[in-house]
């Protein structure tokens, strides 16, 4: 048997377009078509043709980005709008936990509104006053129940919300993103509730961020994507699908970014000055080392400082911004990051091989090169860096066109997001091209460790120790 | 419309829990408390009465005397009917939450605005008794049965009225600051603070196509004048009415439902 049943649902939400503000009241009233007379430049089209059915028992998870369209479908299973076509159709009493307390009046007491709330979530009166003690018992509210709701804290209030919505005893329950109003025993209380709500064979929706909780506790979810369906059945598997499509859309916006910082990269003048200029540097460290390098390059080479590529370094490299700055008497042209397969990307699975490719250009021969690459988290802490100098490369030499690869084959880092520094510089430090933290990238992992590096490890146990699952 | 009207009866509990909220809430906080029910309307009679016998003594016929009491039977109801108005007309706006969260019947909400009206007109009601008493006004039982019925007719005109006006406030915000100037011109082209024979004999007939003034003149004849209660068919024409418009501004709220959760 089908608790809930949506055919072919479409919704279109008008926008506020200039030519509402025209509209009268005496043409709106005897047209009588608010709805339909419409220009279609003026909608927006929440859900576009959306079927699918929840038997009755099911716990039914619904995912999707944010703007995706999750929350229109569970106001239209809650009755609280009408789609624009097709039907959705609910067999028994609905309750949404969809906004704990709307309707808490914040001047009268608790215990009147537990009354209120409950006959407005379909309550008799009498329904009301016999689940009373256990709605308060619930909300851990019991001495502040005669208190005015304007005295409570956010997390009372919607306790009691969520206290009297869950005592509605609904056949369906609609769940959207409530599981975050208290602390965790409270949460704890609110799945254990969950739980056994399913063990009685009521039906619950779900619509939630967290992927964790859909995976645990629906037998089947749906993913909604700009207002269409794109995947439906075992949750697992609808999770992949949707986490892929979300690691794309991620690569596809750090791409992006690192459009942008090509074009900050093509104003190397403009951000080192930005950045010489700052006063933020100590006082102490920071004229020190500007006056140092223009000496170590003018004694090296002085075409150096006087190159028309040139910019300063920053007085304080641990403070530097992003930006990029050198001699450039040897050029980085291009940095790529590539995946196992040597595609180019920017997202990453934990433990994938990863290359670093830098493609270099020398107009004039260079002897004394040294190549380096330092990756940093979302903190800025420096997760590793190495050059080919510390590792002990020595006869360097480039001219013209070139490329480094800096490969590895596994990348143990924990999820997270990345930045990398990339260089080109001597032997004693001065920067011919340096590329500070101008790329980033993501590395995903399905676990939740802890830190920053993930060293390849394995669990092993004798004695009276039984455990399963680890990899 | 049956269907609509068998739910609201479902609904009754919560909407007598809301009117005793409302009223609880109103006054939550002020030192007065429920007295403010009483001392509002007595204020409001204190400013006309300094008006219009200390400022403009003599300009309302002898048989309007005491013309305190005369106001009294008009703006007792006036304002039971205009804050009423006012506020079903912003209800649906400030209740947006509810409207968008929950699903209730929105009509709940003007009709606890007007019924937590009609208790504040009852409140005040002991005032108006207490002054019929000190003038010893005689006030016929046959006249005084008559009472219920015009108050009756002024609830379900005001109930229609206030359907229509929340519905179309959520649609066009225009309409409350249009409703407030319209209060005040529907105010005076009431006989409130007048008898309607003060009136030129050709503004009388245009006053008599106000339905107010069937009403204001049924309080005053049933309450304040001596004589048998003339007006009645008049009463019962807006009765007829009133039923109407409480049909035409459900009408319109029950089509404009399904936007009321997006709009407001």
């Known amino acids: 048997m089908t608790a809930i049943e949506v055919r072919d649902v479409r919704k279109i939400y008008r926008r506020y377009g200039r030519r509402r503000q025209f509209a009268t009241l005496k043409s709106a009233l005897l047209s009588g078509r608010l709805v339909r007379d419409l220009r279609p430049d003026e909608t927006f089209e929440a859900l576009r043709g959306v079927s699918f059915d929840i038997a009755a028992g099911q716990t039914f998870g619904i995912v999707g980005r944010n703007g995706s369209g999750k929350s229109t479908m569970l106001k239209l299973i809650a009755g609280i709008g009408r789609p624009t076509s097709g039907h959705v159709h609910v067999r028994g009493r609905v309750s949404a936990l969809i906004e704990l307390g709307a309707g808490f009046h914040p001047e009268i007491s608790g215990r009147e509104n537990v009354y209120i709330n409950g006959m407005m979530l379909g309550l008799t009166k009498r329904e009301v006053a016999s689940r009373f003690d256990d709605i308060v018992r619930f909300a851990e509210l019991e001495d502040f129940i005669d208190a005015p709701v304007k005295t409570y804290s956010s997390g009372m209030y919607m306790r009691l919300g969520f206290a009297v919505a869950i005592h509605v005893d609904p056949d369906v329950l609609l769940v959207d993103e409530v599981l975050a109003v208290g602390d965790e025993a409270f949460t704890h209380k609110c799945l254990d509730k969950f739980a056994e709500f399913r063990r009685r064979g009521r039906t619950i929706l779900l619509v939630s961020h967290s992927l964790d909780l859909v995976t645990r506790f629906c037998e089947a979810a749906l993913w909604l994507d700009a207002g269409v369906v794109r995947a ?11 986490l892929m499509d979300v690691a794309a859309a991620e690569d596809r916006q750090l791409a992006s970014g690192d459009r942008q910082a090509a074009a900050v990269a093509e104003a190397p003048l403009a951000v080192g000055r930005a950045l010489s200029g700052s006063p933020g540097g100590p006082e102490g460290s920071a004229p020190q080392v500007a006056d140092e390098l223009p000496v170590i390059s003018t004694a090296v080479d002085v075409r150096a400082s006087e190159a028309p590529g040139h910019s300063e370094e920053p007085p304080d490299m641990f403070r530097a911004v992003e930006g990029r700055w050198g001699s450039r008497e040897v050029e980085i042209v291009g940095v790529q990051l590539t995946g196992p397969d040597g595609v180019p990307a920017h997202v990453f699975q934990s433990g994938d091989a990863v290359e670093i490719r830098l493609r270099v250009h020398a107009p004039h021969p260079v002897r004394d090169v040294v190549f380096g690459v330092g990756i940093f988290n979302a903190d800025g802490v420096c997760c590793y860096g190495t050059n080919t100098h510390i590792e002990g490369a020595t006869d360097a030499e480039l001219h013209g066109d070139g490329e480094a690869r800096f490969t590895i084959d596994s990348l143990d880092l924990v999820d997270g ?25 993501r590395v995903k992992s399905r676990l939740r460790e802890a830190g920053i590096f993930r060293p390849p490890h394995r669990w092993t146990f004798s004695g009276g120790v039984r455990m399963s699952g680890l990899p | 419309m049956l269907h609509n009207l068998q739910q609201l009866f479902r609904y009754r509990a919560l909407i007598a829990s809301l009117v005793a909220r409302e009223l609880k809430a109103r006054y939550r906080g002020s030192v007065l408390g429920f007295f403010w029910s009483f001392v509002n309307p007595l204020l409001l009679l204190l400013i ?95 006249d005084l049965a008559w009472f219920p019925v015009i108050v009756a007719v002024q609830l379900v005109l005001t109930l229609g009225l206030a359907l229509l006006l929340s519905a179309l406030t959520v649609h066009f915000r225009d309409v409350r600051d249009l409703l407030s100037n319209l209060l005040t011109l529907w105010f005076f082209a009431t006989p409130i603070i007048y008898a309607l024979a003060q009136a030129p004999p050709n503004v009388q007939g245009l006053l008599n196509l106000n339905p107010f003034t069937h009403l204001a003149v049924s309080y005053q004849e049933v309450l304040f004048r001596a004589g048998p209660f003339t007006e009645w068919p008049r009463l019962l024409a807006v009765g007829g009415g009133s039923i109407a418009v409480f049909w035409a501004g459900y009408f319109v709220f029950d089509r404009l439902r399904d936007t009321l959760a997006e709009e407001v």
Request: aromatic fraction near 16%; charged fraction near 15%; hydrophobic fraction near 50%.
């Open chain 1, 417 to 441: 997001t990345y930045k990398l520094d990339v260089a080109v510089h001597r032997e004693n430090g001065a920067p011919y091209d340096y590329h500070r933290l101008l790329y980033t990238f």
């Open chain 2, 48 to 142: 006309y009465t300094f008006v219009f016998t200390i400022v403009l003594p003599g300009v309302h016929p002898p048989d309007l005397e005491p013309f305190a009491l005369f106001m009294f039977c008009g703006i007792l109801p006036w304002a039971w009917f205009s804050s009423s108005l006012l506020e079903a007309s912003n209800v649906l706006v400030a209740g947006g939450n509810l409207i968008r969260k929950v699903l209730f019947p929105a009509e709940i909400l003007p009709i606890v605005t007007v019924l937590a009206g009609l208790v504040h007109f009852g409140l005040g009601l002991p005032i108006l008794a207490g002054f019929l008493l000190y003038y010893r006004v005689p006030v016929a039982p046959v």
């Open chain 1, 232 to 242: 439906h059945g075992d949750p697992k598997r609808v999770i992949d699908a949707y």
